[in-house]
Structures are given as structure tokens and as C-alpha cells.
């Protein structure tokens, strides 16, 4: 089903959020949940009111990065987002705490998406960060087609294979006709600590390559850095120290892009298959 086909639930508003801008992968395994986390904490630390939804209900990493682990409390019928770094959040890793795994299917997963939308009590937000799962399956879409997405961000490593998953991701954003604000090369570059030397460990470059080839923006190169797992296993996102500085840039960058899609009229670039 295409966001333009009879019988689809319309793209309702969610109440006091100017913005959502859904962060996704191709495939797993390339930083997309500390993207999401440091770029919400960012927005937050340059004055935005900012709120990040995790949507990814098979491995919610979120309420580890954030340093936060409490049940949300209720008010009537609305959930009452947690708060962590002056941002709002929201993970099933709150609601189905430690190690079960959850087994759900397309339905229930539809269900708990639109829950989270809408059943939380978000308040008044400039952004809305939604951390998707990896890929283009049931979650994306069920998300995509009934949320008013302002743009979304694509996160990729340098290395080929990440980069031809990364495409796939463009195009299931493109043909159901959400705004790619860009794309992020995570793990761009290491920088020695012994030597100071720059050391291109999965290639480099090939983010900035495929956002031109693609015709979209490029956000950033954000750096192989072990403070960045040290912040997001420890619960302190790097985004909170000086050397966090690459991750207040692409908060930047996304504030610009948002503003920008939003005064852009006419048909979007067409990418040929």
C-alpha cells in the first residue's frame, strides 16, 4: 500500500511537534541508534525542545544510551514520556525491561507504533526524533505511511556494502515520498590517539559520493571514536562533552535541511531506478 492509495489512514498531526525526522539504515550494525540518541541530545543542547521516539521494538537501545531505565507513569488514557538531557523519550525498552525478547508480527507492531505516536503525551516539540529499525520492513512503512514525516536521515558507514544498503533506504524513503533531508557517513574516519594520524579504517568518502550520485544532501562525517561507545554504553551521549562537537554540527545541519524542505515547492528529484 502506497500513502496515496484509498482506504489508508491519513497522516494525522501529532500535537505540538513541529518536527519528525525519522533516522534509518539499510542494514544494522552501522551507529544509526547513536546517531538518533546524539543528535536528539544535540538539538536539546542548542536550545530546541526535542523528544526521541524509539521505534526500533526489537533491540531498543535507547534507554541504555540515554542512562535512563524507569517505567513510564500514565495520565488517563496518554503515557507520560520519560525525560533524560532535557529530552523526551519513549522506548518499549521501558515498558519490556532486560533481556526477553519481544515476538511479535506485523499487527502488534503496527500497534505499538501508532501507541507511541500517538497515546504519548509528547507536549509542545520543534523535534521529534524517531530511531527506526534497520531496514525497510513492517515498522518503517507502517510508520511512514500514517505519520507526517518532515524529513528523514539515512545513516551509512564509508564501506561499500553498507553504502548499497544505505540505497535501498533512499529509495523506500523516496517512493513513499518522505523528504530526505540527507545522509550521515557514521565512522568515517579514526583518529590515532598515539600518532594523531588519520586512519580511514571502512573506507572514506563513499557517504559524500552516494549523496551526490543520489542527488541528496550530505549532513556529516562523524568520527570512529571509542568516547562515542564509552558515552553510549556508559548512558552520557559524547554530544554532552567538547569532544562531541562533530554531533552539534549535524544537529546544525539538520535545524537547516529541516528549515530548508520546508520551503521547498514543487515535485521532488525523481531518482531513476
Not at 526521541?52 to 542512562?67: E, H, I, K, R, T
Not at 517512493?175 to 586512519?199: A, F
Request: hydrophobic letters at 40%; a negative charge.
Amino acid at each position: 500500500m502506497t500513502p496515496n492509495q484509498p482506504g489508508q489512514m491519513p497522516k494525522m498531526p501529532i500535537p505540538g511537534v513541529k518536527n519528525l525526522i525519522a533516522v534509518g539504515s539499510g542494514k544494522g550494525g552501522v551507529g544509526k541508534t547513536t546517531v538518533s540518541v546524539n543528535l536528539a541530545v544535540g538539538l536539546a543542547q542548542l536550545g530546541y525542545k526535542a523528544g526521541l521516539m524509539d521505534a526500533d521494538v526489537y533491540g531498543p537501545n535507547v534507554p541504555l544510551m540515554m542512562g535512563i531505565n524507569r517505567t513510564p507513569m500514565a495520565s488517563g488514557e496518554r503515557i507520560q514520556p520519560l525525560e533524560q538531557f532535557g529530552v523526551r523519550l519513549m522506548s518499549m525498552g521501558f515498558l519490556n525491561p532486560g533481556d526477553k525478547p519481544l515476538v511479535w508480527r506485523g499487527p502488534m507492531l503496527h500497534s505499538v507504533i501508532q501507541q507511541f505516536l500517538r497515546g504519548v503525551e509528547w507536549g509542545d516539540l520543534d523535534y521529534l526524533v524517531i530511531d527506526l529499525p534497520p531496514g525497510t520492513g513492517d515498522v518503517q512503512l507502517s510508520l511512514i505511511q500514517t505519520a507526517p514525516i518532515s524529513g528523514s536521515i539515512v545513516v551509512t558507514t564509508p564501506s561499500d556494502v553498507s553504502l548499497e544498503d544505505a540505497r535501498k533506504a533512499i529509495f523506500m524513503f523516496h517512493q513513499v515520498k518522505v523528504p530526505i533531508l540527507g545522509i550521515v557517513e557514521n565512522m568515517s574516519y579514526l583518529i590515532c590517539p598515539h600518532c594523531s594520524e588519520r586512519i580511514d579504517v571502512f573506507s572514506h568518502g563513499g557517504g559524500r559520493r552516494t549523496a551526490k550520485e543520489m542527488q541528496v544532501h550530505f549532513l556529516a562525517e562523524l568520527p570512529l571514536d571509542p568516547q562515542v561507545r564509552i558515552g553510549g554504553d556508559s548512558g552520557k551521549p559524547i554530544v554532552l562533552r567538547p569532544e562531541g562537537s562533530a554531533f552539534i554540527e549535524l544537529a546544525r545541519n539538520v535545524v537547516a535541511r529541516s528549515e530548508e524542505a520546508a520551503k521547498e515547492e514543487g515535485p521532488k528529484i525523481e531518482i531513476a531506478d
